[in-house]
């Protein structure tokens, strides 16, 4: 029986299907913002202090506000001898970041993404010539048809200093392949720096189940109670993305009307979870089930925490038991798949 509603959530990546549920961060997950920072394929190079620019590589500029300024926007170097700009870049930013010169502006670029997965998004921004309350300072994710599908923000209060860079992020957004645009939008006295716009691609996930005995029948086993369910959970690696090392948490409800087998599933110390790594390059270890320290956890209160430690009845079983997480180690290769197998017993 293969149970397949499938959902995105929340947390790294995530594709659940029935109960099952795999967390991961691809590490070749994509940058695909170009000139993130304002440093490259500028002519001439900006001296210290203001410089106006009719383009910035890679990005449309539009004035929204009426202005006097047909490209109301200068790249900066910063420069200790202009008191009223800030005079640094944020922390990872080059030598140049983008001014506001008029009443507001905005700039977008194109992005494409490949396939359906999550994006991280983010961008810095500062105060410009005097301390002040500013808003407005958004970026935004609009699709084919010009809608905002997603935004992050944040502002300034006229108590922080010239020179503050605060940073508007929005991370593990679901997203669908298609065409998109990074939108910056800026008031007047706003600087900005370090866009940056990451695609991470979703794992395809599977749950299936088989029933492996009953106290009936050992040619034909059915799911009646007393039953012993076996199910198989498998998580596969998008072609070109291997997974970040240590990231995966696989994670299963114990299903109505069942309790978790905590026995051993293989040989004396195999522990409850049979892994099998395929191609994946990934390991896992079980020590016992007491243990805070190996690939497999467990808990009595739906997730909320990982601390249970189970113990078995006479059947084997621990009506206790919610909710396994099952945590493999090492990188997971790209195209590859990972599976468990663990058993439940129908009540």
């Not at 293969?2 to 109960?19: D, G, P, T």
């Not at 920072?37 to 009719?54: D, W």
Request: some cysteine; charged content about 10%; aromatic content about 8%.
């Amino acid at each position: 029986m293969v149970q397949n509603c499938a959902k995105i959530m929340r947390v790294l990546l995530c594709l659940a299907i029935a109960s099952a549920c795999c967390f991961s961060a691809p590490a070749a997950a994509q940058e695909l913002l170009v000139n993130r920072s304002f440093e490259s394929a500028l002519t001439p190079t900006p001296v210290n202090g203001n410089n106006f620019y009719t383009t910035i590589p890679n990005w449309t500029v539009i004035n929204v506000s009426p202005s006097t300024q047909t490209i109301p926007f200068n790249v900066i170097r910063p420069h200790a001898g202009y008191a009223n700009n800030p005079t640094a870049t944020p922390s990872g930013g080059g030598s140049l970041y983008l001014d506001i010169n008029g009443a507001s502006g905005t700039i977008r670029q194109s992005v494409t993404v490949p396939s359906q997965g999550m994006i991280d998004f983010s961008g810095w921004f500062s105060v410009r010539d005097f301390a002040q309350v500013l808003t407005g300072l958004n970026i935004n994710i609009r699709n084919s048809s010009n809608v905002v599908v997603a935004t992050t923000n944040t502002s300034f209060a006229a108590a922080d200093p010239i020179g503050l860079w605060k940073q508007a992020t929005a991370s593990n957004i679901p997203i669908a392949a298609g065409t998109y645009i990074f939108e910056v939008t800026m008031p007047d006295y706003a600087n900005f720096d370090l866009a940056s716009f990451v695609f991470k691609p979703s794992l395809a996930v599977s749950k299936t189940s088989t029933t492996i005995s009953d106290a009936v029948s050992a040619a034909n086993p059915k799911s009646l109670p007393g039953a012993i369910m076996q199910y198989t959970l498998a998580a596969t690696s998008p072609a070109s993305y291997s997974v970040t090392a240590n990231s995966i948490m696989l994670t299963d409800q114990t299903p109505a009307n069942m309790a978790f087998v905590v026995t051993d599933i293989g040989g004396a110390g195999s522990g409850p979870a049979a892994f099998t790594a395929g191609s994946t390059g990934l390991t896992y270890t079980f020590i016992s089930l007491a243990s805070a320290t190996d690939d497999i956890e467990f808990s009595n209160n739906n997730g909320t925490s990982w601390t249970y430690t189970p113990v078995a009845s006479a059947n084997g079983t621990d009506s206790a038991v919610t909710t396994i997480r099952l945590r493999p180690k090492a990188t997971m290769a790209a195209s590859s798949t990972l599976s468990f197998r663990i058993r439940y017993r129908v009540n």
